[in-house]
């Protein structure tokens, strides 16, 4: 199984701050990653695909990028709505498996 | 609207089973792949298995032998049912629509809680 390794667990910001969240695979995978938003009480909801592609209807504050099997993504300026936690997640081969999560706090 | 509509919350014993729906409106749901995730209180999201539009399906590992994932295509209806369950499977259970475009999760349901305790 693919592994995914997301850090930081935890994440302390204000808003207007640029923070970066990281996944690390282990096995390359080309660019079959995704990121996850899920608020409390909710379902999860997809803001990037594919690595660096953003989600129609997703604000361009986010964005994601990859080197080797580095994965990040970046929210450039923080809103109030963008607290919550963030996943990644391998589609590249079963099972699709997640990162641990970022819960990005104010 | 496009949207995904779960059935309500379960409360099982040890070693009872749990049929868990799904109803799919506001798309072709004959093509897309149906997916169930599950997600355990305060941790990560693991996913378990698909059905795809032919009626194939594709259980994680973990789950063989005890996970079924059916769909009646007519009623876009897809079903999850997991047998021989511990405290362990307490969880909020997710159905999820996979793109194949964008190979990700791009819709989902709003989560079923089942809770497996004596």
């Known amino acids: 199984d693919i592994q995914m390794t997301q850090s930081p667990s935890y994440l302390s910001a204000s808003v207007g701050d640029r923070v970066t969240i990281t996944c690390r695979s282990s096995?390359?995978?080309?660019?079959?990653l995704n990121w996850y938003q899920q608020r409390p009480g909710k379902a999860p909801k997809v803001l990037i695909y594919?690595?660096?592609s953003l989600q129609s209807g997703v604000p361009s504050r986010f964005s994601g990028g990859r080197s080797g099997t580095n994965f990040t993504l970046t929210i450039s300026s923080l809103q109030p709505e963008d607290f919550a936690t963030y996943f990644c997640?391998?589609?590249?081969?079963?099972?699709?498996?997640f990162g641990q999560g970022t819960k990005l706090d104010i | 609207q496009v949207q995904l509509v779960q059935s309500g919350a379960e409360v099982r014993e040890p070693g009872a089973s749990v049929k868990l729906s799904c109803v799919a409106s506001?798309?072709?749901?004959?093509?897309?792949?149906m997916h169930w995730l599950r997600q355990a209180p305060g941790q990560s999201l693991e996913w378990m298995g698909w059905?795809?539009?032919?009626?194939?399906?594709k259980y994680s590992q973990k789950f063989q032998g005890r996970l079924t994932i059916t769909r009646d295509t007519s009623a876009s209806i897809v079903y999850m049912e997991l047998y021989s369950l511990r405290s362990e499977d307490t969880a909020m259970y997710y159905c999820?629509?996979?793109?194949?475009?964008?190979?990700?999760?791009?819709?989902w349901g709003q989560g079923t809680v089942v809770t497996v305790s004596s």
């Open positions: 506001g798309h072709t749901f004959s093509s897309y792949a």
């Open positions: 096995q390359t995978m080309t660019t079959y």
């Open positions: 997640q391998q589609s590249f081969s079963y099972p699709y498996t």
């Open positions: 594919a690595a660096s």
């Open positions: 059905s795809n539009a032919v009626n194939n399906v």
């Open positions: 999820a629509r996979f793109d194949r475009y964008s190979d990700s999760f791009d819709l």
